[in-house]
């Protein structure tokens, strides 16, 4: 079983959907993020956040997945002021949503003081509400940005224990690790990290407070990031261990702390779930064995992510 | 006198999260009292986290009791959290017309929440100004959030014109839902729907698909009607259907 800790599937389609479960994704998080071109009103982001807290659910659900979400205000948006007022005054009403494991992604893009601004008063929101936060960390300038998501997490005094800092790489994982957050790599080809990187990076870290996702967005990214992942550490020598850890495991323990996240949420689901998104669904009574088949199968063909 | 349904529905969901009746009491006198919208969503939010998601329990006593409150309302299937989140909007101090309030909660609602906001319409007040929210809950995609309408509620029975009951009907068929459990199926049926359910058959069968014995329920009472009499007396002799399915 996996559990993949970043997925936009509001990009993706059911193809997508299907290589996943047959890839042994039983759980994923969809965070809250740019949907590749600005909100332009108030209201546009508001229907998105209904969207990934019940339709794309919904939708997850019938390919025997168990969707949870992330609500925020992302870093780029953050700098339109007008939009970023009207999304902070909806905010506390989402966040308490069915499924809401943390508030993100939020954090710098360009680290301007409109970013700064709207990525404390999430935090505070976060602290307030006892939710986890899923920090993005900046793709330019991202030594210096990762280092100061994690100050300024700090100073609002937000433990680590409830930071996952997520798109990490070689350059950022030994401060972040070291600080007490929680590491996500973003497992994507080209500009993250490819999955090759990733199991090098398991054999000097191990598997303490590693999480491990596919980011997959409306972007060139893949669907299956960790399943491949998983199998290459696996082929490399990783332990079975390890890798139970940074694919499922430490994700479940530490968006878990939202209380909104419980193993048994896809083992056995509550009659209620079972009635109303899970029906007719077969896949998830008893558990199941993770396995890669058709479609996963022929999409795994090319293993490598780099 | 008989119980009314937000003393029923406080009174099951106190008794069965008994460790949490303080925090329920307490929340739903401050929000009778015209508190701030926010505290409602609170309640509303904190609900599941609260109390859980098992199934209301219900004894044969309850459910008579539900119908006697509200003929027709049977909440047998309703959960611990949903009967708190309609048992909130019901104790709510109404600052806004009550169908302002719902739909500003069905804007933002998970799943859960919009499946107890659309069971619980057999309740509320001034429930002919809901018409235009009810209409995007049947829009939905979601079939629970269609089944929370159009199952064991007899809002459509009591407040749907012909033309919007009609189309219910017509899509549980399309969604693979079903039709027994909807309230006044017989009650309500009419020569108009008994036209389309055929013309529906037809083209099933035209396309080699089975329908449901469930269908002919609100046919039967045109059995004997010109048009529809020649169409299914066609269908009996082509061994599509047959007159156990219509007796």
């Given at each position: 079983?996996?559990?993949?800790?970043?997925?936009?599937?509001?990009?993706?389609?059911?193809?997508?959907?299907?290589?996943?479960?047959?890839?042994?994704?039983?759980?994923?998080?969809?965070?809250?993020?740019?949907?590749?071109?600005?909100?332009?009103?108030?209201?546009?982001?508001?229907?998105?956040?209904?969207?990934?807290?019940?339709?794309?659910?919904?939708?997850?659900?019938?390919?025997?997945?168990?969707?949870?979400?992330?609500?925020?205000?992302?870093?780029?948006?953050?700098?339109?002021?007008?939009?970023?007022?009207?999304?902070?005054?909806?905010?506390?009403?989402?966040?308490?949503?069915?499924?809401?494991?943390?508030?993100?992604?939020?954090?710098?893009?360009?680290?301007?003081?409109?970013?700064?601004?709207?990525?404390?008063?999430?935090?505070?929101?976060?602290?307030?509400?006892?939710?986890?936060?899923?920090?993005?960390?900046?793709?330019?300038?991202?030594?210096?940005?990762?280092?100061?998501?994690?100050?300024?997490?700090?100073?609002?005094?937000?433990?680590?224990?409830?930071?996952?800092?997520?798109?990490?790489?070689?350059?950022?994982?030994?401060?972040?690790?070291?600080?007490?957050?929680?590491?996500?790599?973003?497992?994507?080809?080209?500009?993250?990290?490819?999955?090759?990187?990733?199991?090098?990076?398991?054999?000097?870290?191990?598997?303490?407070?590693?999480?491990?996702?596919?980011?997959?967005?409306?972007?060139?990214?893949?669907?299956?990031?960790?399943?491949?992942?998983?199998?290459?550490?696996?082929?490399?020598?990783?332990?079975?261990?390890?890798?139970?850890?940074?694919?499922?495991?430490?994700?479940?323990?530490?968006y878990g702390q939202s209380g909104q996240m419980n193993e048994q949420d896809w083992l056995n689901p509550a009659a209620?779930?079972?009635?109303?998104?899970?029906?007719?669904?077969?896949?998830?009574?008893?558990?199941?064995?993770?396995?890669?088949?058709?479609?996963?199968?022929?999409?795994?063909?090319?293993?490598?992510?780099? | 006198?008989?119980?009314?349904?937000?003393?029923?529905?406080?009174?099951?969901?106190?008794?069965?999260?008994?460790?949490?009746?303080?925090?329920?009491?307490?929340?739903?006198?401050?929000?009778?009292?015209?508190?701030?919208?926010?505290?409602?969503?609170?309640?509303?939010?904190?609900?599941?986290?609260?109390?859980?998601?098992?199934?209301?329990?219900?004894?044969?006593?309850?459910?008579?009791?539900?119908?006697?409150?509200?003929?027709?309302?049977?909440?047998?299937?309703?959960?611990?959290?949903?009967?708190?989140?309609?048992?909130?909007?019901?104790?709510?101090?109404?600052?806004?017309?009550?169908?302002?309030?719902?739909?500003?909660?069905?804007?933002?609602?998970?799943?859960?929440?919009?499946?107890?906001?659309?069971?619980?319409?057999?309740?509320?007040?001034?429930?002919?100004?809901?018409?235009?929210?009810?209409?995007?809950?049947?829009?939905?995609?979601?079939?629970?959030?269609?089944?929370?309408?159009?199952?064991?509620?007899?809002?459509?029975?009591?407040?749907?014109?012909?033309?919007?009951?009609?189309?219910?009907?017509?899509?549980?068929?399309?969604?693979?839902?079903?039709?027994?459990?909807?309230?006044?199926?017989e009650e309500r049926a009419n020569p108009e729907l008994a036209r389309i359910l055929v013309d529906y058959a037809q083209?099933?069968?035209?396309?080699?698909?089975?329908?449901?014995?469930?269908?002919?329920?609100?046919?039967?009472?045109?059995?004997?009607?010109?048009?529809?009499?020649?169409?299914?007396?066609?269908?009996?002799?082509?061994?599509?259907?047959?007159?156990?399915?219509?007796?």
């Amino acid at each position: 079983m996996f559990i993949d800790p970043h997925a936009h599937m509001i990009s993706r389609t059911t193809d997508d959907y299907e290589a996943m479960a047959a890839a042994g994704v039983v759980a994923m998080i969809e965070p809250a993020f740019w949907v590749g071109q600005p909100r332009t009103y108030v209201g546009t982001y508001v229907d998105y956040l209904s969207t990934i807290v019940g339709w794309e659910r919904f939708r997850a659900s019938q390919f025997g997945i168990r969707h949870y979400c992330t609500v925020g205000l992302n870093s780029k948006e953050a700098n339109n002021e007008e939009l970023a007022e009207g999304v902070m005054e909806w905010l506390p009403r989402f966040a308490l949503k069915e499924g809401v494991v943390a508030i993100g992604e939020i954090g710098y893009d360009e680290q301007t003081p409109l970013e700064d601004k709207y990525f404390r008063l999430q935090l505070a929101l976060a602290k307030e509400l006892h939710l986890p936060v899923m920090v993005h960390t900046p793709h330019r300038d991202k030594k210096r940005g990762t280092s100061r998501s994690m100050d300024v997490c700090e100073e609002m005094g937000v433990d680590p224990s409830m930071v996952i800092i997520d798109h990490n790489n070689e350059e950022t994982v030994a401060e972040t690790l070291q600080r007490g957050y929680w590491a996500g790599f973003s497992i994507y080809p080209s500009t993250k990290m490819g999955n090759a990187r990733m199991v090098e990076l398991l054999k000097q870290y191990g598997s303490e407070r590693i999480i491990v996702d596919s980011a997959c967005d409306w972007g060139i990214s893949d669907c299956l990031g960790v399943a491949k992942t998983a199998k290459l550490a696996l082929e490399s020598g990783i332990s079975q261990e390890t890798v139970h850890r940074v694919c499922y495991q430490n994700a479940l323990d530490a968006y878990g702390q939202s209380g909104q996240m419980n193993e048994q949420d896809w083992l056995n689901p509550a009659a209620i779930d079972q009635r109303t998104l899970f029906e007719g669904n077969s896949i998830l009574r008893g558990g199941r064995e993770p396995r890669i088949e058709a479609p996963g199968e022929r999409r795994a063909g090319q293993m490598l992510i780099e | 006198m008989a119980e009314t349904s937000a003393e029923l529905l406080r009174r099951w969901v106190i008794a069965q999260c008994a460790d949490q009746a303080a925090w329920i009491e307490e929340s739903l006198a401050t929000i009778s009292q015209g508190s701030p919208e926010r505290d409602l969503h609170v309640f509303l939010g904190y609900a599941p986290r609260k109390l859980g998601k098992a199934d209301l329990v219900l004894s044969q006593t309850d459910l008579a009791a539900a119908d006697a409150a509200h003929p027709g309302w049977n909440p047998s299937g309703w959960s611990v959290d949903g009967a708190a989140r309609v048992l909130a909007l019901l104790t709510a101090a109404g600052n806004s017309p009550f169908s302002e309030r719902f739909k500003d909660l069905r804007r933002t609602s998970d799943v859960a929440e919009m499946i107890a906001l659309y069971r619980g319409l057999p309740l509320y007040p001034e429930p002919e100004t809901l018409e235009f929210e009810v209409g995007e809950g049947l829009r939905s995609n979601i079939r629970a959030v269609f089944e929370a309408i159009a199952h064991h509620n007899p809002y459509p029975r009591d407040h749907f014109d012909e033309h919007r009951w009609n189309h219910m009907i017509l899509k549980a068929l399309f969604v693979d839902s079903t039709l027994s459990p909807i309230v006044g199926l017989e009650e309500r049926a009419n020569p108009e729907l008994a036209r389309i359910l055929v013309d529906y058959a037809q083209e099933r069968w035209a396309a080699g698909r089975p329908v449901t014995d469930e269908l002919w329920i609100p046919v039967k009472p045109f059995r004997n009607d010109p048009a529809i009499a020649e169409q299914l007396n066609k269908a009996i002799r082509d061994g599509q259907l047959t007159e156990e399915a219509l007796a």
